[in-house]
């Protein structure tokens, strides 16, 4: 178990049930998603069915800081100074 703590600047620091938030990815770790296939065509397209699907050999997802305070889902959890932001970037 990661025990990952959400860091102390998140705005809001709830979500709006009044629940914590849940933090899923470390600032410095990604997630390796091996063969995934891909059965459905983009936003773009409506999501459409594919009429094959496509493998892909990997999928490497990396969480950035969040800087959008209209997102719902989801905090603001980008470092409020600019050296701690950019220390966020970096590592």
Known sequence: DAKLEVPSWV?????RDGNAWVLHLP???VLLSPMVEVFRDGTNDGYAFRDAVTVLA???SVAMPNC???MSDSPVDAHP?????KKQLIQ
């Open 11 to 15: 705005r809001p620091p709830k979500r």
């Open 27 to 29: 600032d410095d770790g």
């Open 58 to 60: 990997a999928v490497v």
């Open 68 to 70: 959008n305070e209209k």
């Open 81 to 85: 100074e600019p050296e701690g932001y």
